[in-house]
């Protein structure tokens, strides 16, 4: 007869993908893992697999409650150039924010850590920031054809630029304690939009 299960799997991944985003994947022992999921080795391998396999899940877990309303606010109906400049803005302000700095952006922290020699990881990297990017080439094409954007723009080389800045204001917004440097960032490259 098999056992049932004595915790929550749900929640055990939701605990790991914390701890990896707090600590980052090769701070984090397997013995890291027990003692913050508060569930044995056994139990771990049994329903996650090895320690890199439940990375990948949580950064598949984080993928799927991120930020989802990313998309709704570069989508909506109306000028798309306001809401450019407030994703990138509440980027700057999320990355200046001590609550939120030091933990940055567990996508943007595995890019650093792991995807220069990590295949999956890699993958997962790109499709999240295409996740960012994509809806910024819209909506900066959709402000073009609405006559918010000159025309000699380029609406795919400004989005992978927003885009660009967006990340490196993670970074550096995670390592420094002045907020203004990132938001000084940001409003620089939005003047870029006029």
């Known amino acids: ?3 049932t299960k004595e915790f929550d799997p749900e929640a055990a991944l939701q605990s790991a993908l914390e701890l990896f985003w707090q600590r980052g ?5 397997m013995a890291d893992l027990v003692d913050y999921l508060g569930i044995g080795r056994a139990s771990i391998y049994a329903t996650f697999g ?3 396999e439940l990375y990948l899940k949580a950064m598949d877990r984080y993928a799927e409650t991120r930020d989802p309303s990313l998309l709704a ?9 306001p809401a450019v400049r407030a994703v990138v803005r509440r980027f700057a302000e999320e990355a200046a924010s001590p609550e939120r700095r030091l933990a940055g952006c567990l996508v943007t922290n595995t890019a650093a850590e792991l995807a220069p020699h990590d295949r999956a990881a890699a993958r997962r990297v ?5 996740h960012v990017e994509t809806p910024l080439h819209s909506a900066l094409i959709r402000a073009q054809a609405q006559g918010e954007l000159p025309e ?16 490196g204001l993670r970074v550096v917004g995670k ?10 960032a940001a409003e620089q490259a939005l003047a870029l939009l006029d």
Do not use: C, I, N
Not at 73 to 81: D, I, R, V
Not at 152 to 167: G, K, T
Not at 175 to 184: G, L, T, Y
């Open 50 to 52: 090895s320690k890199h």
């Open 175 to 184: 390592a420094s304690d002045d907020p203004a440097r990132v938001r000084d």
């Open 152 to 167: 000699d723009r380029d609406p795919r080389a400004l989005a992978r630029m927003l885009f660009v800045l967006m990340q």
């Open 126 to 130: 790109e499709l999240s920031w295409d």
């Open 25 to 29: 994947y090769e701070a984090t022992s």
């Open 73 to 81: 606010e570069l989508s909506q109906p109306g000028p798309a150039l």
């Open 1 to 3: 007869m098999a056992r």
